[in-house]
């Protein structure tokens, strides 16, 4: 097989189809809920330590009801997030293989060191309130904080190595193998795209908390739990906006410096040159070579990506046709659609604050409405900034080391897959009913006191 | 180095089966122990602080295998395709049961999540007996160490052999019974009143079975994989283990009778951890057998990685590994004596 793993020469498949498509369906699915859970997670640790005050009850009913948020979401978070680890072995064999020794370090450490903590102390958190005292509660929100925000790193540094692989050899076999421990766990490409994502995991928690909170303004519902809602929404909505567009800068910089033909693929820029504009809105025709309808900031792509208006920015041109990625339209588009969700986004947060600054964000009731349906959105840039990052590996699954029509498994082929790719289609589907329809019910029900649960009492004895 | 890696992911695979074992046998059992709702939310209240810790030493054992053993996990989870995403179907299932049961008072709703419950956990206990038994059997393995198993064939156990034959589909009730007793302990451990009684009831016609049960399974192995058994008798740790196992059994025996459940759950540990641990100890250094002959097997040799990554590893894993157990501890302390089924609403 290692002859196989040097030459590259596996053919593509029908199966490779199917189990690309499975992968990048259960993470995109997968991914909706992580993104909340961390979110949430930094805003309930903020509540909990403010509801730590004496007399500061409306903190921790507010906390309360998120706990309950989370908690749902962490459930589907973990049972979807399972199939994720186990198909570097079902569906991608021959990437396992070669890259084992290598990202197998971060993806057990995961395991070790943040799984074990969440799973420890997350029915502490949910259902452990009254067994706990308060400051018992609190340090369970920072060990469920603590843990999401470690498996997060974990997940980033795996993910870095495929993206920007350092510090590893090639092993006699023709396999991968750990050469520097540090400089595989400290990756630069890691830092920058961990910032980068666990900021845009507390927008969308943020707006979700916003939206919650101007849905029970607009209906004169738990007021006082919704100014909560509201003003910590935008507040830190606002903060983590601008920082995604910071960490945001930097990890473009990084991609134009390590991946220049993602760059170039993302921008739809075709032809290689100086002063390089900025496409804002253009269709790419990939058979002419062209943005068609480009609308274009002059210079500002050479400023973004190199720190200078004349520098020169390549173009897909300058690059073999064999290592363009192989989806450039869908690249192109996630990663403008991304850019523009930061914007609006960051403009929603910033006149929502200077609302809040000028004591009118519960009384201008067009604000309300926004926020409330703004909470997709930062669902939909989070998912699109990781098609950008993932597309833009193509074809690549180890850049410019290991090519992902090599990663598949070589024993199983398209039927099964296809089956399992439509079983998983079928349970995500009902599941992601059943959780609309919990999460629903918990935003009907609303924040409350302890012990004002939100189901009805059963008749006891009721046989089921 | 390898040999350190093999026991490690041996133990953690064990840890994960004693652990999520009880869980697996509390779902097992729901459906004859507990009656009522509050009977069924006690069952739950016994194992939810737990489940999802314990299901997390499977991910664990799996990623110590990925970076000890990455031609080991790629062959084996490739090959066992079909079971292995049919068994994470039923894990999301038994999480979502246990975590979503509780938000809907609604009857319906609730005996829902009651039979998912109890049929994922009674699939999974069979799926890992029935994998343990593919281990034991063998795969066919090519010159390029991979395969593919139909998930059955004509049930033989010879080539081509298939997930499922005789051997395997007796592993896999082997599994149910043990699992299900193991469940049965806990819950009577952990529980009073009706559920503490009839779990008490269930334990022992359980244990019985197994009892009888083993020394068949056993023969069957020997049936199987001739090696396995004189290879057993040269290892002191393989022989250690299997001594274990039989007090294990012999203690639970003994107190299921004459009282004391902790007692008699801590043999069922033992049990378990000493099946498993002689099965990996006389299989060594075998990690997937080949039906086809011993040269296309693969070894802790042949299919562990660089031996500088698995140093690296083990440093992190010393850190790691006690941390994992003492949240172990701080949650069973937590969470001792008898467990009661919470208000509603505010526990599962």
């Not at chain 2, 083993?214 to 994989?225: F, H, R």
Request: aromatic fraction near 14%.
């Amino acid at each position: 097989m290692s002859d196989k793993i040097a030459g590259g020469d596996v053919t593509v498949d029908d199966a490779l189809v199917f189990h690309r498509l499975q992968f990048a369906f259960t993470i995109v699915y997968h991914y909706l809920f992580p993104q909340l859970t961390m979110g949430l997670a930094l805003l309930i640790v903020i509540l909990k330590a403010l509801g730590l005050r004496p007399g500061a009850e409306r903190w921790n009913d507010a906390a309360r009801f998120w706990i309950r948020i989370f908690g749902i979401n962490f459930a589907v978070g973990v049972v979807t997030g399972i199939p994720m680890e186990f198909q570097f072995g079902t569906n991608w064999a021959q990437f396992s293989r070669y890259a084992g020794n290598v990202v197998g370090q971060t993806l057990a450490m995961e395991g070790l060191f943040a799984f074990f903590l969440e799973s420890s102390f997350l029915s502490l958190l949910v259902w452990g309130e009254r067994r706990l005292p308060k400051f018992g509660h609190f340090l369970a929100a920072i060990a469920l904080f603590l843990g999401s925000w470690l498996s997060g790193y974990f997940i980033i540094a795996t993910n870095a190595f495929m993206q920007h692989p350092v510090g590893h050899a090639v092993a006699a076999d023709g396999t991968l193998r750990l050469a520097d421990f540090g400089a595989f766990v400290l990756n630069p490409w890691a830092i920058a795209q961990y910032a980068h994502n666990m900021v845009a995991a507390v927008v969308t928690g943020s707006f979700v908390m916003a939206a919650v909170g101007a849905y029970y303004t607009l209906r004169r519902r738990h007021e006082p739990s919704a100014r909560i809602f509201l003003r910590l929404g935008v507040g830190v909505g606002l903060a983590a906006s601008v920082l995604v567009a910071v960490t945001g800068d930097v990890q473009a910089k990084m991609v134009a410096r390590y991946q220049p033909v993602a760059l170039a693929a993302m921008e739809g820029r075709f032809e290689s040159g100086a002063h390089a504009g900025l496409a804002v809105i253009g269709q790419p025709n990939v058979a002419a070579h062209r943005l068609d309808n480009p609308i274009v900031i002059p210079w500002a792509l050479s400023f973004l990506a190199f720190g200078a208006f004349h520098a020169e920015v390549k173009g897909l041109d300058a690059f073999p046709r064999d290592i363009w990625p192989d989806n450039i339209e869908l690249l192109y588009y996630s990663f403008h659609i991304m850019a523009g969700l930061g914007t609006i986004l960051t403009a929603i947060a910033l006149a929502a604050v200077l609302l809040w600054w000028a004591g009118r964000l519960e009384r201008t009731r067009p604000m309300l409405w926004i926020l409330m349906l703004a909470f997709p959105l930062p669902y939909i840039a989070n998912t699109v900034g990781w098609m950008t990052a993932e597309l833009g590996r193509q074809p690549w699954l180890v850049y410019g080391l290991f090519r992902t029509a090599q990663g598949a498994s070589p024993t199983v082929h398209s039927g099964t897959v296809l089956f399992t790719l439509m079983g998983f289609c079928g349970l995500y589907l009902a599941l992601g009913i059943l959780f609309l329809f919990l999460i629903g019910r918990e935003i009907a029900h609303g924040p409350g006191p302890l012990g004002h649960a939100a189901a009805p009492p059963v008749t006891e004895g009721a046989h089921v | 180095m390898f040999e350190l890696w093999f026991a490690i992911a041996a133990l953690m695979l064990a840890l994960y089966v004693v652990l999520d074992g009880f869980d697996l046998g509390a779902g097992i059992l729901s459906p004859f122990v507990a009656r009522s709702d509050t009977e069924r939310r006690q069952v739950l209240a016994a194992i939810g602080p737990f489940w999802d810790g314990n299901e997390v030493w499977l991910l664990a054992a799996g990623g110590a295998l990925f970076v000890a053993f990455p031609r080991v996990l790629a062959s084996g989870i490739s090959g066992f395709y079909f079971a292995i995403i049919l068994l994470l179907w039923c894990l999301l299932g038994r999480g979502i049961a246990i975590e979503f049961r509780s938000h809907v008072s609604d009857p319906l709703w609730r005996s829902a999540w009651d039979f998912v419950f109890a049929a994922a956990s009674t699939l999974l206990a069979v799926f890992f007996g029935a994998a343990f038994g593919n281990l034991m059997r063998g795969v066919p393995l090519d010159g390029e160490g991979w395969f593919a198993l139909a998930l059955f064939t004509d049930f033989s156990a010879r080539d081509p052999v298939g997930i499922l034959d005789w051997y395997t589909i007796l592993t896999g009730v082997f599994a149910l019974l043990a699992l299900a007793a193991h469940g049965a302990l806990f819950l009577a451990w952990k529980t009073e009143g009706p559920v503490h009684d009839r779990s008490l009831r269930m334990a022992r016609r359980l244990w019985i079975a197994v009892a009888v049960l083993w020394p068949v399974v056993t023969a069957a192995s020997q049936a199987v994989n001739p090696a396995l058994f004189p290879g057993m008798g040269r290892r002191w740790l393989a022989i250690l283990a299997a001594l274990v196992a039989i007090g294990g059994i012999v203690v639970v025996l003994v107190r299921l009778w004459r009282g004391g459940l902790l007692g008699a759950f801590v043999g069922s540990c033992a049990f378990l951890l000493g099946i498993i641990g002689a099965s990996a100890a006389s299989y060594f250094p075998v990690m997937l057998r080949a039906t086809g002959g011993d040269a296309l097997s693969i070894t802790a040799y042949t299919g562990g990685g660089d031996e500088a990554g698995l140093r690296v590893a083990l440093r992190w894993f010393v850190i790691g590994a006690p941390l994992a157990l003492i949240y172990l501890a701080v949650i069973f302390r937590i969470h001792r004596g008898k467990a009661v089924a919470a208000a509603d609403g505010e526990g599962y």
